[in-house]
């Protein structure tokens, strides 16, 4: 009998916090949720379904309900386990953050086990502070995570596997007034954006070193073509990350970032569905990566984006179809290996 393959995701929960009261219990009522127009009951019954059709032996969670003003994400994460009734059910816990918005793996421990493993190796731990020059004044500037990347050690199925579980993310141009202040602050915002890629980097590339199966995976909030910016900058945060201008053996992959880097004339696979009102239109991007280090390729058999619309699995299931984009504006990505 054939070895079921180890199933691992990265899925963006919108709001998920909004969806547990202090004490980490469900609130499985009518009240509205952080999602338009979507009580919490509709998240919560939507979510199950996901995860359950998931059926993932390890879930990146980023957005996952925070651990400030005495809440507790681990709790509310484990009762929404045993709620959903799913095998993803232990939770390991990275650096915190003061944001709503944490970085949290929810993994089955019938068939792995998982560890918060940060080292000092190729650049500082992501709690740490990150020094380069941003702006060319040859003065280097200090860069901070507000979402602290998890590494993690996994003891797998498929062998001993490094997990960096990220959350890239541009601050919006608050405070600008004028279309020249929008332009300075994302630009400034931008820099910042591609030096935590840098800093990404910098810990895979002491990953590759020490001859170690990686993978990384999350929400980079970035990718080619996404903004005007990058024209400016030559590359995006995905490029630097995946290691795109370095030798083969020395470049991360993941088949729909390759598929949308191989050009920009083409459709590109999307993870995101976001409503922009004041267009009174749907806008997809591809921001969610599933990225593997050349000594993991092998035994990659499948990459999977849940996407209600564009893939066929997906759509033939009503059930799972609507669950999709009741859930989240972000889709799951996930990738078996053997």
Not at 212 to 234: H, R
Not at 237 to 256: C, K, Q, T, Y
């Amino acid at each position: 009998m054939a070895q079921r393959p180890f199933r691992i995701a990265t899925y963006n929960v919108e709001w998920f916090f909004k969806l547990f009261d202090d004490a980490g219990t469900l609130l499985c009522d009518d009240g509205w949720s952080g999602r338009w127009n979507v009580t919490r009951q509709a998240q919560i019954d939507a979510l199950t379904t996901v995860f359950q059709a998931l059926d993932a032996d390890a879930v990146l969670i980023v957005e996952a309900p925070d651990t400030s003003r005495g809440r507790d994400g681990s709790i509310a994460l484990r009762n929404f386990a045993a709620h959903a009734g799913i095998r993803a059910r232990e939770v390991l816990v990275g650096f915190p953050n003061d944001t709503q918005q944490e970085l949290m793996l929810l993994f089955d421990p019938d068939v792995l086990s998982a560890r918060h493993d940060p080292r000092d190796a190729g650049a500082p731990r992501f709690d740490g502070e990150f020094a380069i020059d941003l702006d060319i004044d040859a003065q280097e500037d200090l860069v901070r995570f507000s979402k602290p990347p998890l590494e993690a050690a996994l003891d797998t199925p498929v062998g001993p596997i490094r997990l960096i579980g990220t959350h890239v993310k541009s601050k919006a141009p608050h405070g600008a007034v004028t279309d020249a202040d929008v332009m300075r602050m994302a630009i400034a915002n931008r820099r910042k954006q591609l030096a935590q890629c840098i800093w990404l980097r910098r810990r895979v590339e002491a990953h590759l070193d020490a001859g170690e199966a990686l993978i990384v995976a999350g929400d980079l909030n970035d990718g080619p073509g996404l903004d005007e910016y990058e024209a400016l900058f030559g590359r995006s945060g995905l490029e630097i990350v995946l290691g795109s201008d370095g030798a083969p053996e020395r470049r991360l992959f993941d088949p729909h970032a390759a598929q949308a880097l191989q050009s920009k004339l083409s459709a590109a696979p999307t993870t995101s569905r976001f409503f922009k009102r004041h267009e009174n239109r749907y806008l997809q991007a591809l921001l969610d990566y599933v990225m593997v280090s050349p000594n993991l390729r092998a035994r990659a058999q499948r990459w999977h984006i849940w996407h209600p619309f564009d893939d066929p699995e997906c759509w033939s299931r009503a059930d799972l179809r609507e669950a999709l984009l009741t859930a989240s504006d972000h889709f799951p990505v996930s990738l078996d290996l053997i």
